[in-house]
């Protein structure tokens, strides 16, 4: 996969339903809230739990971005049952291994074990779920921890750093515009009061859903699940506000300028998600339409920019359909040798042109359709992705059987509606441009290429 797509590509990979017969998902709902989704997949005696908390970097208010990350951080730190580091002590000594991640809507925790280790992953996840300690000298070595995080993985990192500008000049009042890990300011102020207050408003059984998928009976996960997550109570919920993005008005350019090898270019168009679109079928064209311009070797960009004009060295595109809001279409990439950014902008924009004016042939968007087939069997190979794809649609909403026609809709996207799309997105009046041009390393070592699209997993 190129290294320009988007922020979370294996979660974006995940979303597309499996091409062969997978086994029927049980949902259930225990009385305090708690969604529970089980897929039993009895090829090897391994099962995966994952709980996911409907809150994410999109949620968080001015002045406490970064909040939610910070609190994944210190999710690790202790109970008054799970001491600091007892938690992954244990699951490792188990055999298992386990991890998290914060995104813009969302925040997951998962571990993968043994199928009879099952009932450890959901002792220790609904102990933390209601009893985290949040000691402050905790909070306080952890805000460190995440402010080093930043300075390495952002501001050292100079497409990364144009990416988060990009970014928050693409988006005016949607809560798209802050950063995952947060602004600087904020993670070195946030106290707390305000990560318990966030804690306690979010980390509740009726605002998270636990998926297990594996070599399981869903009987017998209920049963569990009743034990260990049944008696915790539920909170509250007050969603937060719509935030809907204003109008474009027109073009918006920014310049960063920063210590840099490489020159970087980006370019977004605001585009509708399968939960904002006006037509359904929407996003489905997109979706084909990134296939076509990024579908590996053969997509018209590495094919027209990189091998062809040579004007790339590295370009790529990358689209969100399953993004709770309002997200960007975008094309990114690195000019090869002695060549501008201006001319790399262009030759991308001259694609995006050729999408509006012209029909793809019939050849092209069935090499594209049995690419997105092709991967949805191989990523079912996976008992993780099955899970991050049915927590994932869940948690934004759309549903986790949302997309189970999503290649029945992708085969019936008819070149008419790619360029449809085109012509009512991919406008000079929906589009944000930021260049990134280099200064002086001046001894400093420069930073890997590519950076700037990858938030992964701690």
């Known amino acids: ?73 210190l999710m690790f730190k202790g109970t008054p ?79 990364a750093l144009t990416h988060e500008q990009f970014q928050a000049a693409a988006y005016v009042t949607s809560p798209y515009r802050h950063p995952i890990i947060g602004w600087m300011q904020d993670i070195q102020t946030i106290a707390p009061d305000d990560l318990r207050n966030w804690y306690q408003q979010w980390y509740a059984p009726n605002n998270a859903t636990l998926v297990v998928v594996g070599d399981v009976e869903p009987a017998k996960v209920r049963e569990l699940a009743e034990k260990h997550f049944g008696p915790l109570p539920s909170s509250n919920l007050t969603p937060p506000k719509p935030a809907v993005e204003i109008p474009q008005q027109g073009e918006r350019r920014i310049v960063v300028k920063t ?35 990024d579908g590996g070797n053969s997509g018209r960009i590495s094919r027209n920019l990189v091998r062809g004009s040579q004007v790339a060295a590295a370009a790529g595109t990358g689209y969100g359909p399953s993004s709770r809001l309002e997200e960007l279409f975008t094309l990114a990439g690195n000019p090869a040798p002695g060549r501008s950014s ?17 029909l793809v042939s019939a050849e092209e968007l069935s090499r594209v359709v049995a690419q997105v087939v092709a991967a949805d069997v191989y990523q079912q190979d996976s008992l993780f992705y099955q899970g991050m794809r049915l927590g994932a649609l869940e948690t934004v ?43 002086s390393l001046d001894g400093r070592r420069p930073a890997a290429p590519g950076s700037a699209m990858s938030h992964g997993l701690r």
């Open 1 to 73: 996969m190129p290294r320009y797509r988007i922020l979370i590509a294996a979660i974006s990979l995940a979303l597309a339903p499996a091409a062969f017969a997978a086994a029927p998902v049980q949902e259930f709902t225990l009385a305090n809230g708690l969604k529970v989704l089980v897929r039993e997949d009895h090829r090897a005696p391994v099962v995966v739990s994952q709980i996911w908390y409907k809150v994410g970097s999109s949620y968080e208010p001015s002045g406490l971005t970064g909040i939610s990350h910070l609190l994944e951080h």
């Open 81 to 159: 049952a799970v001491p600091g580091g007892e938690f992954s002590r244990l699951i490792a000594a188990n055999g298992g291994d386990q991890n998290a991640f914060t995104s813009k809507d969302y925040t997951a925790y998962f571990q993968t074990l043994e199928k009879e280790r099952l009932e450890l992953s959901f002792r220790l996840e609904a102990d933390r779920m209601r009893h985290l300690l949040l000691k402050p000298e905790e909070v306080a070595k952890e805000a460190q921890v995440v402010a080093e995080e930043r300075r390495l993985r952002t501001e050292d990192q100079p497409e």
């Open 259 to 293: 210590p840099a090898e490489v020159p970087y270019v980006a370019l977004g168009y605001k585009a509708p998600t399968l939960k904002t679109a006006a037509e359904p079928w929407e996003p489905y064209a997109l979706a084909v339409l990134d296939g076509i311009l």
């Open 342 to 358: 201006a001319e790399l902008e262009q030759a991308l924009r001259a694609e995006v042109a050729r999408l509006r004016e012209e």
């Open 397 to 439: 909403g759309l549903g986790w059987n949302r997309l189970d026609d999503y290649v029945q809709r992708v085969q019936a996207v008819t070149p008419e509606q790619i360029r449809e799309v085109a012509r009512k997105y991919l406008t000079d009046e929906r589009l944000t441009v930021a260049t990134l041009e280099p200064l």
